[in-house]
C-alpha cells in the first residue's frame, strides 16, 4: 500500500511529508523543489532512470522515520523565515566568495585542457549575483511581512497593509529566481558532468566541485522549504486574515 501511496505523490509533496527523502532525489538528480510537482515515475521517465530503484531508496528512508526529525510543515511562518536565513541565507553567503575564487582559480589553470571550466566560472557569477539580491529581497521585504502578518494574527489583528499588495506577488518573483537560480546550477552540473573530476584534475579542482554539488544541495533544500512549504503559508494566511474583514 505504502509503495502506491507514494508513487501517486509528487516529488515536492514527498519530501514535505519526510525531509529526509530529499537526500534520494538528489542522489538520482531529481528536481523537488522547482519542478517538483512530477510523480517519480514522470520524473524517472525524463531522466531515463528506472522509478523502482529510486522507490527502493525512497521506501528504505520511509522505513527508517524518526519519531525525533524535524517536520518543517509543523513550524509557524515566523519561525521559518528566521531558519531560512539563519541556515540557508548564511550558508550561500559564506560559499559565495569562497566558490568565486575557486572557479575561476581552476579556470585559469586547467581552462586550457577543460574549456568547461570557463562556463561554469560564468555561470556561477551570474547565480551568486542573483541570489545575493535575491536574499536581500526577502530579507528586507518579503519575510518581514509575512512575519508581520503571523503577528497580527496572534493578536486578532486586521489585514496588513503592504507596499506590494498581495504577498502572492512577491513570491511570484521569488519563485521566478529560484527557477533561474536552479537552471544554473543544473547547467554547472552537466558542464561538469556530474561534478565528476577528471584525471588530471589537482586538490582545488577535487575541493570546487564538491563545494559546488553542496551548494547546489543546499539550494534545493533551501527552495523546497520556500516554494512548497512557507509561501503556500504565507498565501493562505493573507487569505485567511482578508476573509476576517
Known sequence: MINSTIQMKSLKEIVTDNFKTAAVFEKYSLDF???GGKTIDEACKEKEIDPATVLHDLLSVEEKIDPQAV???EWEPDALCDYIVKNHHAFVAKMIPVLYMHTRKIAA?????HPELLSIAEHFETVALELQQHMKKEEQMLFPF???LFATKKQNGSAVHSPFGSVQNPIRMMEAEH???GDEM???????????VPADGCTTYRITYQELQDFERDLHEHVHLENNILFPKAIALEQEMISKN
Not at 589553470?109 to 585542457?113: I, K, L, P
Not at 543544473?186 to 565528476?196: A, E, M, P, V
Open 33 to 35: 523543489c522547482c519542478r
Open 146 to 148: 509575512i512575519k508581520t
Open 109 to 113: 589553470v586547467h581552462g586550457a585542457n
Open 179 to 181: 527557477q533561474n537560480a
Open 71 to 73: 517536520s518543517f510543515t
Open 186 to 196: 543544473y547547467s554547472i552540473r552537466s558542464l561538469s558532468n556530474g561534478y565528476t
